[in-house]
């Protein structure tokens, strides 16, 4: 017999997919473009699916389980998208299916169904959806759900302006602030040089660590798709035409083209991996050494410009040099950074240098009243 605690489980995730029906069958009301409204149409059945199953449960725990209402706070959404459009609906959507993905995960009555695939799936489609255009879904949309992560070239430069600005400005400070407590050459040297390892030391090992917990929780998540495949291939090949679908390719043209992906088990995989996932299992996110080692050379870069005078000379002349350097450094950096923000390169590269010369000036100012304190 079932507990107390487990009907009221029951009931409330019953309520929960009564809801998410109601909200998908009222975006399929207030979409315009046909092939979202068989969509969403597919979802609120899947949504009703999972609501019966928990009708089932309460049946069997010997309850009633009764007509169940929509809930105040769907009606409420579901008014407000007939008014504002189906923007408000669907971001709220994505963010419910988002935080509820793992809902099933740890119900035991839910083992062997589909339930648990579905809702992972929900959550990536809409997300996709509420991504792609989140104020306004009237008109046809364009699912791009490997296309999000297709960005290779703008992640890199990012990644590599980030890193050699992180070691510039980190070790530009440490140098200055330095120099102004001390006009020990080897003492501003050491330090930079100790700033410059360890920098880049730590970023390289943050790099690794990152990238290797991405690709083994990429390969979960294969593995993951796997069994869902060879457990689930209707359930699969079902989430595979939605997808299409999402992308603007008709229904029938959709569901043939998912029907035959499936009939090639390492195919699906492949597909489903890169399509749903957004996964490329052949790279599964890169390589952590090549990560690490990037990241260690690109901060090192950037760090070493405001020690290099120190190798040469010392005192005032130094400093400058090391600023100078610096600053050129940075506006470099900034410029570049523009090429992602498409500001104005010399906006860009005047505000980067800008906030580097005057983080270095207040540890200039603070170095220097440190030494005078200790002297």
């Known amino acids: 017999m079932a507990e107390r605690a487990d009907i009221e489980r029951y009931r409330q995730n019953l309520q929960d997919e009564v809801d998410g029906a109601a909200m998908y069958r009222a975006l399929a009301d207030i979409e315009e473009e046909p092939a979202l409204v068989e969509l969403y149409e597919r979802l609120a059945a899947t949504e009703e699916r999972h609501g019966g199953l928990w009708k089932e449960k309460l049946v069997e725990a010997g309850e009633d389980p009764g007509e169940v209402a929509v809930s105040r706070r769907a009606r409420m959404l579901i008014w407000l998208s007939a008014k504002m459009g189906t923007g408000v609906l669907v971001s709220t959507i994505a963010r419910d299916e988002r935080s509820g993905q793992f809902m099933y995960d740890d119900q035991p009555e839910t083992e062997g169904t589909s339930l648990r695939a579905d809702e992972r799936s929900h959550a990536r489609i809409m997300a996709t959806l509420a991504e792609d255009n989140p104020t306004s879904m009237t008109g046809p949309v364009l699912a791009r759900l490997e296309g999000r992560h297709s960005a290779v070239g703008g992640n890199a430069l990012r990644a590599a302006v980030l890193g050699a600005n992180d070691g510039l400005v980190s070790n530009l400070a440490l140098v200055m602030g330095i120099a102004g407590a001390t006009n020990d050459r080897t003492a501003v040297l050491l330090a930079g040089l100790a700033g410059l390892l360890a920098g880049a030391i730590s970023m390289a090992l943050g790099e ?12 979960r998540q294969i593995a993951t798709e796997r069994s869902e495949i060879e457990e689930f ?141 200790v002297a």
């Open 208 to 219: 690794w660590i990152s990238v290797q917990s991405s690709r083994e929780l990429n390969k």
């Open 233 to 373: 291939p209707e359930e699969e090949a079902e989430e595979l035409t939605l997808i299409y679908m999402a992308k603007g390719i008709p229904a029938d043209q959709a569901a043939e083209l998912a029907a035959s992906v499936m009939a090639d088990t390492e195919r699906a995989l492949d597909t489903m991996a890169r399509e749903e996932l957004g996964i490329d299992p052949d790279d599964l996110g890169g390589s952590a050494w090549e990560a690490a080692i990037t990241s260690f050379f690109l901060f090192s870069m950037g760090a070493i410009l405001p020690v290099l005078p120190f190798f040469f000379t010392s005192g005032a002349t130094a400093i400058a040099i090391s600023m100078l350097l610096s600053g050129i450094g940075l506006f470099a950096l900034g410029a570049a950074i523009s090429l992602m923000t498409g500001r104005n390169v010399w906006f860009s590269g005047f505000r980067q240098m800008s906030f580097g010369l005057v983080a270095a000036v207040i540890t200039f100012g603070i170095g220097s009243l440190l030494g005078v304190a």
